[in-house]
C-alpha cells in the first residue's frame, strides 16, 4: 500500500524552550522526517532572529573555501583521515578556523615577499647574462669581435648607424654622450615597449632585445611569464626621464649593469649567491605551508559538513516563531504519521541531552492545505516514481501510477532509463521476440515445426499459391513461417494493430477505474456517479465494442470487415450488416451501445457543476454572519497557518472546466485509441529496420566471395545493429511509451498537482552553495 | 531596410539580445531596494545581495567589506558579462559594443591625465579606471606633456585617435585644458556613434538616436552650468555643445550666452521632454538636476527593451547597470557612514 498512495500526512506544531532549540532541531535533521513551514516568509532573510548565526556560518564556509582554494592550488590531495574527531563546538570549530586562516595569510604574504625579491634577483641575474652581450662590443671591441659577428650582427649594424647619426658631432671626442638602460620586460608587451620607445624619442635611441630564456613566475597569478632581456641606448637627460616612465608604465623593470666585467662577474656572483639563499628559504616555506595545509586537509571534509549543518539548522530556526513569552519558539510542519514516535522521542532525547526544565510540546494540528506528498520508495521503485514526479507530483494521497508504470511502462520491445527500468525492458524485449519468434528478422523455430507445408515437395510455388496448413496451430508466439510470405505484412500488421488496441483500451479502462478508487478513497460519490460511470460507458461502449469484436473474429475466424462496422454503426446504424455480421444479434447491441454513448457526454457534462452549486449555496445559507467571524478569527491568532483557507465559488469557472474536461474525454476517447497504434508503428518499422540490414548488408556482403567485402558488411551491421536498432530504437520506444503512460493513461484519473515532501535533513543538504 | 530587421536579426543578433534580455532580468528590483536600503551594515548588504546575481562575485569576500570592493565585484561582474557579449558578437553588433566603452576611455585618459598633472602614482590611478575604459598603452599617458604628444604617443593607437582631430594643441596641459579636451572628445565621439547608429538604420536608428540625443543635451546643459562664471568664452562654449540632438541649433544658441542657472531652465523650458525635469526643481537649484536627469534616463533605457531587434538594448542594459552600481555605491556608503536619512538622495530606481 505504501506505493499506491502517499504516506498519511499530518500537520504538527512544536513548542521548543530557547535552551534545547538547536539540539532539537540537529536531532530532527538527523531524522530526517520532518518538513518544517516557513512562518517569517514575509520577513527578509537580515530581519531573522538567527542571522548572526547564519552570517557566521556563511564566513566560516567562505574560510573553508578558502582553504580548499589553497589547497587545490598547492596541488596536495586532501585526503580525509579514518580517525573520526568527536564533534567540535561551532565556537570553537570558529576560533580555529579563524586561527588556520590568519596562519595561512601570513605564511602566504611572507612567501610572496621572497618570491617577489627573488623574483628581483633572477630577472638581474638574467639582465646581467643576456646584456653584456650588447654591452660588451662598446667597452671591448677587440676581444668581442668574434662573438659580435656570431651573434649581434644586425643589432650592431643598427647600433652603428644610428650612433653615427646621433652623435656626428661628438662622436670623435668620446662615447659617454651615449648611455643605456637595460631591464626585462613580459615577451607579450616587448614589441609595444619597442614601438612606444621609439615614438618617444622620435627614434632617436637603440633597442636590442633578447629572450630570457628562463620562466618567471608572476607572483599575482602564479603563472610562468615568458620574459625579455632588454638595453636601450639613448641620449639626454629628457629621453632618460621619457623612458624611465615608459618602463614605469609597462611594468618593465630595470637593473644596472655595470659597464666594468671584473664588477658585472662580482655582481653576478652575489646575485647568485643570494639567490641560492633564497631559494632554499623559499622551499621551506613552501615546505611548511604544505604541511599545514595537508593537516588542515584532513579535517576539512568534516568541517565543511558540520558548518553545512550548522547553517542548517539555523536556517530552519530562522523559519520558526517566537512565542508571546519569547521563552520558546513555535514552530509548524509536516511529517508523516508513522514518523510520530520517533519523532517524540528524538525531542525528549533534545530535550534529556540539553538538561532543559521544560519538555518540547509536540502536538497535531488540523490543517486545511493540502499536505504535501511523500512515497517511500526504495531503489528498484525510485526510478519508476522518478518517471512520474517528472510530470507532476501526485496529489496528497492520490493513486500513485508509480505502480502501473512498474508492470504497464514496459510493453513495447524496449524501454530505456535507470538500470531497473532496462531490466523491466530487456526481460519484456525477450519476450516479444519469443512472441514473433523471430532473431534479427530470421524466422526461429524453437518451439517446433511450422503448422504450414508446401503443396509438394520442390516447394517451388510456395511464393505465389501459398502454402497448406496441415496440423495445430503453432504452439506460442506467431508461425515463423509467415517471415517472407507474400501475405506477411497485410498479416502482422493487421495483428499488430489489433493488439495495439487491445492494449490501449485495456490500459485506458485501467486508467479510468483507478479514478474510480480515487473518488471512493476521497469520498467522492459525486464523481464516481457523474464522472467515472459515464466516462466508462462511453469508452466501452465504442472502443470496449471495437475490442471485443477483434477477439470474436480472432476466435470465430470469421472474415468481416471491421473498419466497415465501425463506420456504419455511426453513419446507418439500421442498416442490415451482411456479411459483416459476427454474430446474433449485433444490430440492436449496436443501437443500444451508440445510444449510450450518445447519453453519456451531457451526463458528464451537465449534473456536476449544477450539483456542485446546488451544495455550496446550501452550505452556506444564512451564515453570512458565522462567516465573518471565523475568517477574523483565523486572522486573529494565526494570519499564515495553514488552516485559514478562503473557499470562493464561481459557478461558470467550474462549468467552464467541466465542459473542458467532458470534451477532452469524448475528443480523447478516439485520438488516444489512435494514437495506441504507434506500438504497432514501432513494431513495424523495427521490423522492417532489422530486415534491411540484415538482407540488405550481411547478406549482400556475404554474397561476395572477398574477406575484406564480408568484413566491411559485417562491420556496418555490426554498427547498424548496436546503434540503430539498440540505441535509437530503444530510446524512441522509451519515449513512446512514456508518451503514452503520461497523456493517455494519467490524464484519465491523475491530477498530478500535489507537491512533494521535503524534510528538513542532513542527509539532504547537498553541497548546492559550493 | 527599415522595418525588416524581424527576417534577419537574429541569424546574428537573437542570441545576444536573448542573453541581454537575460542579464536585463536579472537587474535589482524594487524588492532588492528596499531590503538594501533597511540594512544595518555593509555585511547586511553582502548577505543581501548574496541572493541575487552579484552572489558569486562577493561570496569570497572576507567580512570586514569595504564600499570599494562591493563596486569593484558589481563591475567585475558587469565586465565580465560585457566581455562575453563581445566575445559572441559579430559585425556591426561587436563595433556597437565597443561604441558603447569608448565613453569609459575618455574618462580613464582624462583621470590618468590630470593625475599626473597633480603627481599621483600611476598604478593608483589605473585602479580608479573604470575597466570598461581599459586600452593596452593607457599607463604610458604619464608620460605626455602636451596634447600634442599625448595623441602622438599613445592615442592614436586607440580608436579615439580621430576624435582627437580638434584639439591637437600644443599648449601645455591644465586643468582648463584637460577639460575642455574631455568635453571635445566626447563631442566627437556621441557625433561619431549617432552616425554609426544611423549607418545601421532601422529600429537601431530610431531608438539610439533617441537614446544619443538626450545624452547629449544632458551633456550641453552640464557644460553650461558647469561653466558658468568660468573664462570660457560663449564661442567656445557653443562648439562643445554636439551636433544633434534636440537642442540643436537653437537651444544651443540660447544655451550658449546663458549667465546663471535660471537662464539655463528658461531656455530648457522651452522644449517639451525638458519641461517636465525643470518642472521637478525649484528655482534657482542645481543639486538635484543631476538626480532628475537620470531618472529621465533611466526611463527612456527601460523604454528600449519594449521594441525587439535592435542594438538600443545593449547600450541600455550596460547604462542600466552602471546605474544599479552607482546606486550600490550611494547605498553602501550612506550604510557605512551612518548616513541612511540620505539613501534616498541619490538612489534612482530601475524599474
Known amino acids: 500500500m505504501d506505493l499506491m498512495r502517499s504516506e498519511k500526512m499530518t500537520l504538527v506544531q512544536l513548542i521548543i524552550p530557547v535552551e534545547s532549540a538547536h539540539r532539537a532541531i540537529s536531532y530532527l535533521g538527523e531524522l530526517g522526517l520532518l518538513q518544517f513551514r516557513d512562518l517569517n516568509s514575509e520577513r527578509s532573510p537580515f530581519q531573522r532572529t538567527f542571522v548572526n548565526q547564519v552570517k557566521r556560518c556563511g564566513e566560516m564556509s567562505r574560510k573553508l573555501r578558502f582553504f580548499k582554494d589553497q589547497i587545490s592550488k598547492a596541488g596536495l590531495l586532501s585526503s580525509v583521515l579514518p580517525v573520526v574527531e568527536p564533534d567540535l563546538e561551532l565556537e570553537e570549530l570558529e576560533i580555529q578556523l579563524a586561527e588556520h586562516e590568519h596562519e595561512l595569510i601570513e605564511m602566504n604574504s611572507n612567501s610572496e615577499k621572497l618570491r617577489v625579491t627573488y623574483n628581483e ?39 652603428v648607424e644610428t650612433a653615427s647619426l646621433l652623435e656626428q658631432e661628438t662622436r670623435p671626442a668620446d662615447q659617454s654622450g651615449l648611455r643605456f638602460i637595460s631591464g626585462i620586460i613580459c615577451k607579450s608587451k616587448a614589441l609595444r615597449f619597442e614601438r612606444m620607445l621609439f615614438r618617444a624619442t622620435r627614434g632617436n635611441m637603440l633597442f636590442n632585445q633578447a629572450p630570457a ?54 655582481i653576478t656572483r652575489e646575485v647568485s649567491s643570494h639567490l641560492s639563499e633564497l631559494e632554499t628559504t623559499l622551499d621551506a616555506g613552501i615546505r611548511h605551508r604544505n604541511k599545514a595545509l595537508t593537516s588542515i586537509g584532513y579535517h576539512l571534509t568534516q568541517w565543511t559538513s558540520m558548518v553545512r549543518r550548522e547553517k542548517a539548522v539555523y536556517d530552519t530556526l530562522n523559519m520558526l516563531n517566537f512565542d508571546v513569552t519569547k521563552k520558546c519558539l513555535v514552530g509548524e510542519g509536516w511529517c508523516p504519521i508513522f514518523a510520530k514516535a520517533q519523532i517524540q522521542e528524538a525531542l525528549q532525547r533534545a530535550t534529556f541531552d540539553s538538561s532543559s526544565q521544560v519538555g518540547i510540546i509536540f502536538h497535531v494540528m488540523d490543517a486545511v492545505e493540502s499536505p504535501p506528498t511523500y512515497f517511500r520508495t526504495n531503489h528498484f521503485t525510485n526510478a519508476y516514481q522518478e518517471i512520474v514526479d517528472a510530470y507532476g507530483v501526485a496529489r496528497y494521497q492520490e493513486a500513485n501510477p508509480a505502480v502501473y508504470t512498474v508492470k504497464l511502462g514496459s510493453f513495447m520491445e524496449m524501454l530505456f532509463g535507470g ?37 509438394d515437395v520442390t516447394c517451388s510455388d510456395a511464393n505465389s499459391a501459398g502454402l497448406i496448413k496441415f496440423r495445430d496451430p503453432y504452439p506460442f508466439g506467431v508461425d515463423p513461417s509467415w517471415r517472407g510470405s507474400r501475405s506477411e505484412l497485410p498479416f502482422l500488421n493487421s495483428l499488430k494493430m489489433k493488439m495495439s488496441i487491445l492494449l490501449g483500451v485495456a490500459q485506458m479502462n485501467l486508467g479510468i477505474v483507478l479514478s474510480y478508487f480515487n473518488a471512493r478513497f476521497f469520498r467522492s460519490s459525486l464523481d464516481i456517479r457523474y464522472q467515472f460511470v459515464p466516462q466508462m460507458i462511453f469508452l466501452n461502449s465504442l472502443f470496449g465494442y471495437l475490442s471485443l469484436l477483434i477477439i470474436i473474429k480472432w476466435c470465430t475466424g470469421s472474415q468481416a470487415d471491421l473498419y466497415h462496422v465501425m463506420i456504419y454503426m455511426f453513419l446507418s446504424p439500421t442498416d442490415y450488416l451482411g456479411e459483416n455480421e459476427l454474430f446474433w444479434g449485433q444490430r440492436p447491441l449496436q443501437i443500444v451501445l451508440l445510444l449510450l454513448a450518445l447519453v453519456a457526454v451531457p451526463w458528464m457534462l451537465f449534473p456536476k457543476p449544477f450539483i456542485l452549486k446546488k451544495l455550496h449555496s446550501e452550505r452556506f445559507q444564512g451564515r453570512t454572519y458565522g462567516l465573518l467571524g471565523s475568517s477574523e478569527f483565523d ?83 555490426a554498427f547498424a545493429t548496436a546503434f540503430i536498432l539498440l540505441m535509437m530504437e530503444t530510446l524512441s520506444a522509451f519515449l513512446h511509451a512514456l508518451r503514452l503512460h503520461w497523456v493517455e493513461f494519467q490524464n484519465k484519473f491523475y491530477h498530478g498537482d500535489g507537491y512533494k515532501f521535503k524534510p528538513f535533513s542532513f542527509a539532504l543538504i547537498t553541497d548546492d552553495d559550493d | 531596410m527599415y522595418g525588416f530587421e524581424a527576417m534577419t536579426f537574429n541569424i546574428h543578433g537573437g542570441y545576444l539580445e536573448a542573453i541581454v534580455r537575460g542579464h536585463r532580468a536579472g537587474l535589482l528590483t524594487a524588492t532588492d531596494y528596499n531590503n538594501l536600503c533597511q540594512c544595518e551594515t555593509l555585511d547586511d548588504i553582502k548577505m543581501h545581495l548574496s541572493a541575487t546575481e552579484y552572489g558569486p562575485y562577493l561570496q569570497n569576500e572576507p567580512s570586514p567589506l569595504h564600499t570599494t570592493t562591493i563596486v569593484e565585484k558589481c563591475t567585475l561582474k558587469l565586465v565580465d558579462e560585457y566581455k562575453h557579449m563581445l566575445c559572441q558578437a559579430t559585425e556591426p553588433l561587436s563595433t556597437f559594443l565597443e561604441y558603447i566603452t569608448y565613453g569609459h576611455m575618455i574618462d580613464n585618459v582624462v583621470l590618468i591625465v590630470t593625475g599626473t598633472l597633480h603627481e599621483r602614482d600611476v598604478q593608483e590611478l589605473l585602479e580608479k579606471c573604470h575597466p570598461l575604459g581599459m586600452f593596452d598603452s593607457i599607463a604610458t599617458l604619464a ?6 604628444e599625448l595623441y602622438r604617443l599613445v592615442l592614436v593607437d586607440t580608436p579615439l585617435a580621430p576624435y582627437f582631430s580638434e584639439c591637437i594643441t600644443s599648449e601645455d596641459l591644465d586643468d582648463m585644458n584637460i577639460e575642455i579636451m574631455r568635453n571635445t572628445l566626447y563631442k566627437a565621439y556621441l557625433e561619431d556613434f549617432y552616425k554609426f547608429c544611423q549607418k545601421l538604420g532601422g529600429a537601431t536608428a530610431e531608438i539610439m538616436s533617441d537614446l544619443l540625443a538626450f545624452e547629449a543635451d544632458r551633456r550641453a546643459v552640464n557644460i553650461t552650468i558647469n561653466s558658468i562664471g568660468t573664462e570660457l568664452t560663449r564661442d567656445d562654449r557653443r562648439k562643445l555643445y554636439s551636433n544633434f540632438g534636440l537642442l540643436y541649433p537653437y537651444g544651443h544658441e540660447e544655451l550658449a550666452v546663458c549667465e546663471d542657472i535660471d537662464q539655463v531652465r528658461g531656455a530648457m523650458e522651452k522644449y517639451p521632454p525638458y519641461q517636465s525635469i525643470f518642472s521637478k526643481l525649484s528655482y534657482g537649484e542645481s543639486q538635484m538636476l543631476d538626480k532628475a536627469f537620470y531618472e529621465e534616463e533611466v526611463k527612456r533605457l527601460c523604454l528600449a527593451f519594449e521594441q525587439q531587434f535592435h542594438y538600443g538594448v545593449f547600450f ?36
Not at chain 1, 653584456?132 to 671591448?140: D, E, K, Q, V, W
Open chain 1, 635 to 717: 486572522l486573529d491568532v494565526e494570519p499564515d497557518s495553514a488552516r485559514d483557507h478562503h473557499e470562493e465559488f464561481n459557478f461558470s469557472e467550474v462549468f467552464v472546466h467541466q465542459m473542458i474536461h467532458s470534451i477532452e474525454f469524448v475528443l480523447g476517447a478516439v485520438s488516444n485509441t489512435a494514437s495506441y497504434l504507434r506500438l504497432w508503428a514501432l513494431s513495424l518499422a523495427h521490423s522492417e529496420l532489422s530486415t534491411v540490414f540484415y538482407e540488405k548488408v550481411l547478406l549482400l556482403a556475404w554474397g561476395y566471395d572477398n574477406i575484406i567485402i564480408r568484413l566491411i558488411g559485417l562491420a556496418v551491421f
Open chain 1, 213 to 266: 630564456g628562463e620562466e618567471i613566475m608572476d607572483p599575482l597569478s602564479a603563472e610562468m611569464v615568458e620574459k625579455t632581456v632588454f638595453v636601450v641606448h639613448f641620449s639626454g637627460e629628457q629621453a632618460r626621464t621619457k623612458i624611465l616612465k615608459i618602463c614605469e608604465a609597462f611594468g618593465a623593470n630595470c637593473y644596472p649593469v655595470p659597464d666594468d666585467i671584473s664588477k658585472q662577474r662580482q
Open chain 1, 121 to 159: 634577483l633572477l630577472e638581474f641575474k638574467l639582465v646581467l647574462q643576456k646584456a653584456c652581450g650588447f654591452l660588451l662590443p662598446r667597452s671591448n671591441h677587440a676581444v668581442a669581435e668574434e662573438r659580435e659577428l656570431s651573434e649581434n650582427i644586425y643589432s650592431n649594424d643598427d647600433y
Open chain 2, 143 to 148: 608620460v605626455a606633456q602636451n596634447m600634442r
Open chain 1, 419 to 455: 538500470r531497473y527500468v532496462l531490466l523491466l525492458m530487456s526481460l519484456f524485449s525477450i519476450y516479444c521476440g519469443l512472441i514473433y519468434n523471430e532473431f534479427f528478422s530470421v524466422p526461429f523455430h524453437i518451439f517446433g515445426g511450422s503448422a504450414y507445408k508446401c503443396r
Open chain 2, 316 to 351: 541600455a542594459y550596460m547604462r542600466l547597470r552602471e546605474q544599479e552600481i552607482r546606486n550600490l555605491m550611494w547605498i553602501s556608503e550612506c550604510v557605512a557612514q551612518n548616513q541612511k536619512s540620505r539613501v534616498h538622495d541619490s538612489v534612482v530606481f530601475i524599474f
